[in-house]
């Protein structure tokens, strides 16, 4: 790992500053990428564009032709303009939720109960969960990029189980969301479970199956997991912790519409270097995969392996510019 990598571990990530070899590597990203509409230029800090760098372990190609392929399909899906009353009733029965607290290290937390699936649809699944990945990035604290996700499998049976939703859901993550995971906790899954993981397991690449830990109530090692992450008197107590509050679906909208409220004001911030914006609306055909000349982009398989030295599940503090003036450095898109 580069001597310009600082490392710290007390707050369970590894926050770096991007040294001169990877913010090069990032300002080639940027020149292939282009001149980009207001929303998109926004997404492409030299903080997202690290992520991409670090997804593809620092490959400028291979990064190059995964962010023009989330930027396409950001341009066309639109996951910034989702809102609650669209995917309110996906969220009925509290399937997917952002818990009301953080973990240790201030990280945003995605409460996930595949048991409580109450919709047929892969396309509405898979919006909301795009909605609730938005609002957890919007509640990431300036000092982090990553969440956890906190499964519980109370009630789990197969009827659960789809390999189609299971599929897109990997795809959606990886391809468009890379870097934001921190850690995913699968609390009491079933023994019959144990099968499905491994053929979901291919699903994932290398870095995200390390990112994945099996918790037990009946098993103290791996209940440290949880005491080391949370503040017990914080957590759910359907995850070990002692608060009994429970899911209130009418408490969560009241909440979800007034931070839908501030969506349009983050999207309009001018964090993103400035750059000429387009004169006429984006091409989408300019972010197909090959770019031109020795930009090409290399289309091999987008599963990657670890890269000794790399960091894989840690976070990356990237700065713009030179200090403010007292000494700390500005966080670009979160």
């Not at 207001?38 to 490959?59: P, Q």
Request: proline letters at 5%; charged letters at 30%; aromatic letters at 8%.
């Amino acid at each position: 790992m580069s001597a310009d990598l600082k490392k710290s571990s007390s707050n369970g990530s590894e926050k770096s500053l991007i040294n001169e070899e990877q913010q090069a590597k990032i300002s080639e990203i940027r020149r292939l990428i282009g001149p980009l509409p207001e929303k998109l230029a926004i997404y492409c800090s030299d903080a997202a564009i690290a992520r991409y760098l670090r997804a593809r372990n620092w490959n400028v190609k291979k990064a190059t032709k995964m962010l023009k392929e989330s930027l396409k399909w950001r341009a066309e899906y639109k996951p910034e303009e989702i809102r609650w009353e669209e995917v309110a009733h996906e969220a009925e029965t509290g399937k997917i939720y952002r818990s009301n607290y953080i973990d240790k290290h201030g990280r945003t937390v995605l409460v996930m109960r595949p048991s409580c699936q109450n919709s047929k649809s892969t396309k509405g699944q898979i919006r909301y969960l795009v909605y609730c990945m938005e609002n957890a990035i919007l509640n990431l604290p300036a000092d982090q990029e990553q969440m956890v996700w906190l499964i519980d499998f109370n009630g789990f049976n197969l009827s659960h189980i789809s390999l189609k939703v299971t599929r897109e859901t990997a795809h959606v993550l990886q391809e468009h969301y890379p870097e934001r995971l921190g850690v995913a906790i699968l609390y009491n899954p079933p023994k019959f479970f144990e099968p499905f993981w491994m053929v979901a397991k291919p699903f994932l690449e290398p870095k995200t199956q390390n990112k994945v830990k099996f918790v037990y109530t009946d098993d103290p090692n791996t209940k440290k997991i949880m005491e080391d992450l949370f503040e017990m008197e914080k957590l759910e107590s359907a995850f070990g912790g002692n608060d009994d509050s429970g899911f209130d679906i009418n408490k969560y909208a009241e909440r979800m519409r007034e931070e839908d409220k501030r969506i349009p004001a983050f999207w309009t911030k001018s964090e993103a270097p400035p750059e000429p914006m387009p004169t006429s609306s984006v091409d989408l055909n300019s972010f197909d995969s090959d770019a031109s000349d020795s930009g090409k982009v290399d289309g091999s398989a987008s599963h990657v392996s670890d890269s000794e030295g790399l960091i894989s599940d840690k976070s990356v503090l990237v700065t713009k510019g030179s200090d403010n003036g007292n000494g700390s450095k500005e966080l670009l898109y979160r």
